[in-house]
C-alpha cells in the first residue's frame, strides 16, 4: 500500500472510529479473525496435504517420502512464523521494599483506574516510560505486566509531572485497552514475521500465502492504526484526570523539550569529552539532574518548544504530535522543570543512590572502548590536521582529497565550523562539478539557513545520483526547520523511493543464485591484460573466470563476478585454501569495477558449469 493511500484510509478510519468506536473496534475484530481464518485453513489444508501423502507412501513411494518432507519443512516454518513470542524487557527490578513512595504512589494509580497489577517494575537508563505485556503463551496470551520506568524520566520530571507520566502509562493497561492493544500489537507483529519468513525461505509454497498477506498486512496495518491513535488520547485524558490537565500539560511538554535537550546537548556534551579525556571519568546519571535545572537556558528552550509544536501528527506514528495532545486536554504549553533536588528520582528514597552508581558503572564499561578508540582517532586526526596546515602555511598547494580531508578535519577535530566551511567554499570553486564537494558545501549552507545551499544540494544530485538520499535528507530537514511541511514530505517520500531502490540494489548485487542470467565481461584487452598479469602472481590459483551478471537496477553500473579454481595439492582441494586464495585475490588485485570473487568448485560448481561454456569467460 503506497503512504497517499495508508494515509487516506486512516484518515476516513479515524473519522469512523469517532462517529461510531464500538463499530469501529468491531470491525478491528472481525478483520483480524479474517486474517486468522485464512491461516488456519491453509494450515489445515498443509496438514490434510501431509495426511493424503502418508496414505499414498505404498503407492508413490519414494516420491511420496520426499513430498512429505518438503511440505513438512514449509508447514514448520509457517508455524514458527506464526508463533508470535514477545520476550521480557530488560531492566533492573526493583521491589516495593526499595522504594515504598513510589510504590505506594503506582499503587493509588492502580485502584483509582481499577487497574492490573505489575508483575514487574523495572529500572532502566532510558528517557521514557513504558508498559509491556509479555504473554506468557504466546499466540494464547496470559500476559505479563511489566512496567519500565527510566531513570532519567524522574531526574527530569517534578513528583506531580512523573504521577501524569505514570497514570498515562497506566490508563493504556485500564479498562481492557492493554489486553486489546497488545492482542491487536501480536496480530501486526505476526503478519510481519510471517512475511519476511516466507520471503527468506524462497519456498514454492509462498503462494499459498503471499498473495493474500501483501493485500491483508498492510491493510490491517493501516485499519488497527486509529485503534493505537485513540488508546494514546485516553491516555493522556486519565492522566490529566488524576492529576490535572495542567499537570499533565507540563509533563507532555517537559518530556519534548528536555529529550530534545538530552539528545542535541547533554550526550553530545559528554560524549565530546573523549576528544580530551583518554579514559570515561564522568558520572552522567548522578549529574543529570542538575544539568537539567541549570542549563535549560531560554533561547534553547525556546526554540525546542517551537519545533515541537510545529510538528503535525501523521501516520508515521501512533503517537500524536504534542500540539494534539495538549489541545486535547485544553491546555497551552508549560515548561516547569523540577529545580535542585526535588525530582521524581527522589520518589526512589533509599535505592536512588544504588540505582545511579549501577547505571554510571555500567555505562562507563560499555563505553570505556569505544571512549578509548575515539580518543586515540581524535589524536591521530589532530596530528593530521597540524601537518597539513603546516604545508599549507609553507605555501605547498596540497590535492583536492587532501583539501576536503583537511577542511572536514577543521570542522570536526579542529572545532571551527566557521573556518572549515571556508575550506570547503575555496575547494569548491577549484572543483565545481565535484558532487561531494557540493554537497558539503550546500548542505552546511542551509545548516545555517542559507538558501544558497539550496542548489547545490539539488545539484549534487545530477552530479553524482548515488548521493541522493544524503541530499533528499538535507532538503527534507531544511523544509521541516522553516515549517515547510508539505515539501519536506514530497522530499522524504523521494528519499524514502531512492533508499529502498538501492537497497534493493544492493541486495542484487551482493548475492548470487544459479539462476542468475551472466553475459562476457565487455572489458577492452588491455584491461584483461592487466587483470591477467595480476592474477598470475597469485599463488594456487589454477583457473579464473570473469563474467558479468545481467542485474536489473542500475544495469549501466557493471557487476563483475571472477570465478576461481584453486589448483590441486596432491589429488585434493582444501576449502580452507579456497578461502584464504578468495582473501588474497580481494587483497592484491585491482578490479576495473564491482566484483564479486567466488570459489566455482564444490558447493558451486553450477558456476563453473555455467561460466566454463561461455565464450571469453576463461581468463587464466
Known amino acids: 500500500m503506497q503512504r497517499e493511500a495508508f494515509d487516506q484510509l486512516v484518515a476516513k478510519l479515524e473519522a469512523d472510529a469517532r462517529r461510531a468506536p464500538g463499530a469501529y473496534r468491531t470491525r478491528v475484530f472481525l478483520l483480524a479473525m479474517l486474517g486468522n481464518g485464512?491461516?488456519?485453513?491453509?494450515?489445515?489444508l498443509l496438514i490434510a496435504l501431509i495426511a493424503g501423502l502418508v496414505a499414498s507412501v505404498m503407492v508413490l513411494k519414494a516420491l511420496a517420502i520426499k513430498l512429505i518432507l518438503v511440505v513438512g519443512v514449509f508447514l514448520y516454518v509457517v508455524l514458527r512464523a506464526l508463533w508470535v513470542k514477545v520476550p521480557p524487557p530488560a531492566g533492573r527490578p526493583i521491589a516495593p521494599a526499595?522504594?515504598?513512595?513510589?510504590?505506594?504512589?503506582i499503587d493509588a494509580l492502580r485502584i483509582a483506574l481499577k487497574a492490573p497489577r505489575f508483575h514487574n517494575v523495572l529500572m532502566t537508563d532510558d528517557f521514557n516510560a513504558a508498559v509491556v505485556q509479555a504473554p506468557r503463551l504466546g499466540v494464547f496470551g496470559w500476559p505479563r505486566n511489566y512496567l519500565l520506568i527510566g531513570l532519567p524520566l524522574m531526574q527530569a520530571l517534578t513528583v506531580e509531572?512523573?504521577?501524569?507520566?505514570?497514570?498515562?502509562?497506566?490508563?493504556?493497561l485500564a479498562g481492557g485497552h492493554g489486553r486489546w492493544s497488545n492482542w491487536i500489537y501480536r496480530q501486526r507483529l505476526r503478519w510481519s514475521r510471517l512475511m519476511d519468513t516466507l520471503a527468506a525461505t524462497r519456498s514454492a509454497g509462498t503462494f499459498m500465502f503471499k498473495p493474500?498477506?501483501?493485500w491483508y498486512a498492510p491493510?490491517?496495518?493501516?485499519?488497527?492504526?486509529?485503534?493505537?491513535?485513540a488508546n494514546e488520547y485516553e491516555a493522556d485524558a486519565a492522566a490529566a484526570r488524576l492529576t490535572s490537565p495542567r499537570a499533565a500539560a507540563s509533563a507532555l511538554t517537559g518530556v519534548e523539550v528536555i529529550a530534545a535537550y538530552l539528545h542535541q546537548r547533554y550526550w553530545p556534551g559528554i560524549h565530546k569529552l573523549a576528544e580530551i579525556e583518554p579514559r570515561p571519568g564522568f558520572m552522567p546519571f548522578a549529574g543529570m539532574g542538575q544539568r537539567v535545572s541549570a542549563e535549560l537556558d531560554a533561547d534553547s528552550t525556546r526554540g525546542w518548544l517551537e519545533q515541537a509544536m510545529a510538528r503535525r501528527t501523521t501516520s508515521a506514528d501512533t503517537h500524536p504530535a504534542l500540539g494534539d495532545r495538549l489541545k486535547?486536554?485544553?491546555?497551552?504549553?508549560v515548561l516547569a522543570p523540577p529545580t535542585a533536588n526535588t525530582g521524581a528520582d527522589s520518589l526512589l528514597g533509599a535505592a536512588r543512590a544504588a540505582i545511579i552508581e549501577a547505571f554510571d558503572r555500567q555505562w562507563e564499561e560499555a563505553i570505556r572502548p569505544v571512549w578509548e578508540q575515539r580518543h586515540r582517532e581524535v589524536q591521530e586526526a589532530r596530528k593530521r590536521l597540524a601537518e597539513l596546515d603546516r604545508r599549507v602555511a609553507a605555501g605547498t598547494e596540497i590535492e583536492p582529497a587532501e583539501a576536503y580531508e583537511r577542511a572536514m578535519l577543521t570542522e570536526g577535530v579542529g572545532n571551527d565550523a566557521d573556518a572549515g566551511l571556508a575550506q570547503l567554499q575555496a575547494l569548491h570553486a577549484r572543483l565545481p562539478d565535484n558532487a561531494v564537494v557540493t554537497l558539503a558545501v550546500g548542505a552546511r549552507l542551509l545548516g545555517r539557513d542559507d538558501a544558497h545551499g539550496w542548489p547545490l544540494v539539488?545539484?549534487?544530485?545530477?552530479?553524482?545520483e548515488t548521493l541522493t538520499v544524503r541530499a533528499c535528507e538535507v532538503l527534507r530537514d531544511a523544509c521541516w526547520r522553516t515549517g515547510r511541511e508539505a515539501e519536506a514530505q514530497a522530499w522524504h517520500e523521494r528519499l524514502v523511493a531512492r533508499a529502498e531502490l538501492d537497497q534493493a540494489a544492493e541486495q542484487e548485487r551482493s548475492t548470487l543464485m544459479t539462476n542468475d542470467k551472466f553475459e562476457a565481461h565487455g572489458l577492452p584487452e588491455e584491461a584483461v591484460a592487466s587483470l591477467v598479469a595480476s592474477l598470475r602472481a597469485i599463488p594456487n590459483l589454477a583457473r579464473a573466470y570473469l563474467v558479468r551478471k545481467r542485474v536489473r537496477h542500475f544495469p549501466e553500473r557493471p557487476l563483475y563476478i571472477l570465478g576461481y579454481v584453486v589448483a590441486r595439492k596432491g589429488i585434493f582441494r582444501n576449502k580452507e585454501r579456497a578461502a584464504e586464495l578468495a582473501e588474497e585475490?580481494?587483497?592484491?588485485v585491482q578490479f576495473p569495477g564491482h566484483t564479486l570473487i567466488m570459489s566455482v568448485i564444490g558447493d558451486n560448481y553450477r558456476f563453473g558449469r555455467k561460466f566454463r561454456w561461455m565464450r571469453g569467460a576463461r581468463i587464466l
Open 585 to 588: 585475490i580481494n587483497r592484491e
Open 328 to 333: 486535547a486536554i485544553g491546555e497551552a504549553p
Open 98 to 105: 526499595e522504594a515504598p513512595a513510589l510504590f505506594a504512589l
Open 219 to 229: 491493510y490491517f496495518n493501516a485499519y488497527s492504526f486509529p485503534l493505537a491513535r
Open 161 to 172: 509531572q512523573f504521577k501524569a507520566v505514570l497514570a498515562h502509562e497506566y490508563g493504556h
Open 38 to 44: 485464512y491461516l488456519a485453513v491453509m494450515v489445515l
Open 212 to 214: 493474500f498477506l501483501d
Open 458 to 464: 539539488e545539484r549534487s544530485m545530477v552530479l553524482d
